[in-house]
């Protein structure tokens, strides 16, 4: 069984869905190749990067500084990250991080015969840190960089203005996206950064966000994979704003064993703190 497939979506643009659990985006320009994301770290990245754009110089962006999307930095010697999540992207996961990633989202996969013996996820050893407006020219194809600090304080999105495409990692989901870490900026914060997300609306045809599912729960307006329609970004700037208001306080949520709250929206959904609204 692969632990990867890769989805073409547009002209020098695929997605590379790893276990189905994860999502990372290849970009491909002139120059240079744009990888957005490394998930768990299973994927060879180098080789299917090459693969689909060529021997060119590959330029690693992590969308945010989690487990399931920077797992294979090592696999590369500098990657860049949202300023405020560089302080976490420099560990090895410790076992029980690993021991809780197996069990949450490599079962399917090793009852399927999957090898994990060669996993090693881990660090670049370069860090460099990104901040808002920084752009990454790949040749023919610029990408804008846009904080968007909510589900952890250095997430970013990316902007491909001409092409009107914007990555937002998991700042925006078809379900309930996690606002609740201890990580996580307050709900407030978040909600500032989602109405900044929601007044591209009118500039961008689509939002390709990292996380992907194909059942009724995950995906109950049945969008394309991999594509969000742009009037997903409003949404979830006026959910949020209504719990930041107290106008809807959710339901009870079991995080891990600790209660906290959920509102879903017309589409997805926040996961909050109600003592971290801001
Ligand atoms: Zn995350
Ligand atoms: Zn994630």
């Known amino acids: 069984m692969e632990c990867y497939r890769v989805i073409p979506l547009r002209e020098d643009l695929w997605a590379i869905s790893e276990l189905e659990k994860t999502v990372m985006y290849v970009m491909n320009g002139r120059d240079r190749a744009l990888l957005f994301d490394t998930g768990f770290g299973l994927t060879p990245l180098r080789g299917v990067v090459s693969e689909l754009c060529g021997e060119k110089p590959i330029v690693v962006v992590n969308s945010h500084a989690h487990i399931d999307h920077h797992s294979g930095n090592n696999q590369f010697e500098t990657v860049h990250v949202g300023r405020f999540d560089e302080p976490a992207s420099h560990g090895w996961p410790s076992a029980e ?84 870490l201890a990580e996580s900026t307050a709900l407030r914060v978040y909600w500032q950064s989602l109405q900044r997300l929601a007044q591209l609306e009118r500039r961008v045809d689509t939002v390709f966000p990292s996380h992907w599912g194909e059942n009724e729960r995950d995906n109950p307006l049945h969008f394309p994979s991999f594509e969000l329609p742009p009037e997903i970004l409003p949404i979830y700037a006026e959910g949020t704003g209504r719990i930041v208001e107290g106008l809807d306080k959710g339901e009870p949520y079991d995080f891990w064993g600790r209660e906290v709250r959920c509102q879903r929206f017309q589409i997805g959904g926040m996961v909050f703190d109600p003592h971290r609204i801001g």
């Open 97 to 180: 991080e690993c021991a809780r990633v197996r069990e949450m989202n490599f079962s399917d996969y090793l009852a399927a015969g999957g090898d994990l013996s060669g996993w090693r996820p881990g660090p670049a050893r370069r860090v460099c840190v990104l901040q808002d407006g920084d752009v990454i020219d790949l040749g023919g194809m610029t990408l804008r960089v846009l904080e968007a600090p909510g589900h952890t304080p250095g997430s970013i999105a990316l902007l491909e203005e001409s092409r009107r495409w914007l990555f937002t990692g998991d700042l925006i989901l078809t379900w309930e996206v996690w606002g609740q």
